[in-house]
């Protein structure tokens, strides 16, 4: 079990960017969210993939936001368009199916100037 | 109204202290209740996982579920300088539903 990596861990970019990061669960684990985290907020559900379907976006997905898990193992989520409001912590969780708890990867914090 | 409460702090204690963290929520049908650690700038930590109502004990640290208030607390004994993080809850109706997370309470232990 080596845990949920994200990559890359820090990303700044300027405003009207595409970004693209990835998320690589623990290998066993069928589920997989993303969160996103402002500062001094909680964590926000944006999404969650039961091996590759794509089950539940938040409404906090816009369509500049989209999220994918094609062979149902790591995923990506690409934000285009980059708004400074975009800025955040984005974390990846990975969980197995019938177990409700989860396990964060380290995060990767996104600067849009 | 937020679907989970938590007082965001800053709590500030000596080191031994016993400390209380608490939240409350609004959806009765939350059953699966989750603290975490979070370091500054690092991805949150799992410390307990409840799930109903009752209590788990783990080492220094205490989960406690009332599910007829939508009350839970997380106790930490003998607390250290290294407890000092933000402690976040989180709950979920049920399997594969997404977690509803507090906005976390800061909390420094002095030693």
């Known amino acids: 079990d080596t845990g949920v990596s994200q990559n890359p861990r820090h990303k700044i970019t300027k405003r009207g960017q595409n970004v693209t990061f990835r998320c690589d669960p623990i290998?066993?684990?069928?589920?997989l969210y993303w969160y996103r985290q402002t500062l001094g907020q909680g964590p926000e559900f944006l999404t969650y993939?039961?091996?590759?379907?794509?089950?539940?976006k938040s409404r906090l997905l816009s369509d500049r936001f989209s999220a994918e898990r094609p062979k149902g193992s790591f995923s990506t989520l690409e934000i285009q368009r980059t708004e400074q409001g975009d800025s955040a912590m984005y974390l990846c969780?990975?969980?197995?199916?019938?177990?409700?708890?989860?396990?964060f990867g380290p995060g990767t914090r996104l600067t849009v100037l | 109204q937020k679907e989970v409460e938590q007082d965001p702090g800053p709590l500030s204690v000596p080191e031994g202290a016993i400390v209380s963290l608490n939240c409350t929520y609004s959806n009765s049908a939350f059953q699966y209740f989750m603290w975490y650690r979070q370091y500054s700038r690092k991805g949150p930590e799992l410390l307990m996982y409840t799930y109903s109502s009752g209590n788990k004990e783990d080492g220094r640290f205490t989960a406690q579920v009332d599910k007829s208030s939508k009350y839970i607390s997380l106790f930490i004994r003998d607390s250290q300088p290294s407890d000092s993080a933000t402690y976040l809850c989180a709950m979920s109706a049920g399997t594969g539903n997404q977690f509803y997370f507090g906005t976390g309470t800061s909390l420094t232990v002095i030693p």
């Open positions: 969780a990975s969980s197995l199916a019938g177990r409700d708890r989860f396990n």
């Open positions: 290998s066993e684990h069928n589920r």
């Open positions: 993939f039961q091996n590759e379907a794509q089950l539940e």
